[in-house]
C-alpha cells in the first residue's frame, strides 16, 4: 500500500516563527501536492511538485515556499508563520505512470496552530 | 468561487436511513472523485468515476455521475455511525493523469444511533 507520512500530527507555533511541515512517500511517485483545509473553504492547492527540485505554485501560494530535494520527500516551509495559516494541512502524492483509480494518495493530516 | 458545489453543507440522518450527496461542477468533469475523511486526518478514497453514466458500488455506498459529467451523488444506503464523517468530491482540472484536483467544501455526515 501506499504510505504517505506527515511528520507531525499537531504542531503549536508562534507568530514569525519559522515552520517546516514535512512529508515523505515511499511508492516512488513523481507528483507530490500540499493543500490546506480549512471551515466553508474546502481543499486549497497551495504548492505540488512534478520532479525532484521542481516546483508550481498553486492557488494560494502566498506566505508559502516548497522543498523537494529528493523525490520521496516534499517539504512546505512558512517562512514567517502567521494566524491566518492556522489551518489543516494535507500532503498528497501521484503518479504518472501509474494507472490507478486512485489519483491522489493523501497523508494524515498536519494540525497546525499558529499563535 | 468554488469549483465544486456539495450540498448539503451537513446531514444528520437517523440510522438506518437513506441519504444522498451531491457535487455539481459548471464545467465537465474529467475524472470526479469521492473522499471520505474522519475529522482531523487526511482523506480516504472511495471511488473514482470518469465516464458519463458511470455508477459503482461499493458495500452500501453507490456513486454516480450524470451523462454531461458535470454532477456526482454519492448515496449511501441504510446509514450506520462509521459512515459519519466529511465527504469530498474532487475533479481533476485537466485530461492529464496529473492528479492536480479541485475540491469541494465536504458534507459532514452525522449517524444518530
Known amino acids: 500500500d501506499v504510505k504517505v507520512t506527515q511528520s507531525s500530527r499537531y504542531l503549536v507555533k508562534r507568530t514569525g516563527e519559522k515552520v517546516f511541515l514535512e512529508c515523505v512517500q515511499d511508492m516512488d511517485h513523481e507528483n507530490m501536492f500540499w493543500y490546506r483545509q480549512d471551515p466553508g473553504l474546502g481543499l486549497r492547492l497551495i504548492y505540488f511538485?512534478?520532479?525532484?527540485?521542481?516546483?508550481e505554485k498553486g492557488d494560494i501560494p502566498e506566505g508559502y515556499s516548497v522543498s523537494r530535494e529528493k523525490k520521496e520527500r516534499f517539504s512546505l516551509i512558512l517562512e514567517s508563520a502567521s494566524t491566518n495559516q492556522t489551518s489543516m494541512y494535507l500532503c498528497a502524492s501521484s503518479s504518472w505512470r501509474v494507472a490507478t483509480n486512485e489519483k491522489l494518495f493523501f497523508g494524515s493530516g498536519t494540525q497546525l496552530s499558529v499563535l | 468561487s468554488q469549483e465544486l458545489e456539495q450540498s448539503p453543507q451537513s446531514l444528520i440522518v437517523q440510522e438506518g436511513k437513506n441519504l444522498t450527496i451531491n457535487c455539481t461542477s459548471s464545467?465537465?468533469?474529467?475524472?470526479l472523485y469521492w473522499y471520505k475523511q474522519k475529522y482531523g486526518e487526511g482523506l480516504i478514497f472511495l471511488m473514482m468515476l470518469q465516464k458519463g453514466g458511470e455508477e459503482k458500488s461499493h458495500e452500501k455506498i453507490t456513486a454516480k455521475l450524470d451523462e454531461k459529467k458535470q454532477q456526482s451523488s454519492l448515496h449511501i444506503t441504510a446509514s450506520q455511525p462509521s459512515h459519519a464523517g466529511i465527504y469530498l468530491c474532487g475533479a481533476d482540472r485537466t485530461n492529464t493523469n496529473a492528479g492536480k484536483s479541485t475540491f469541494g467544501d465536504g458534507t459532514t455526515l452525522t449517524v444518530k444511533p
Open positions: 511538485s512534478y520532479d525532484v527540485k521542481m516546483k
Open positions: 464545467k465537465t468533469l474529467y475524472g
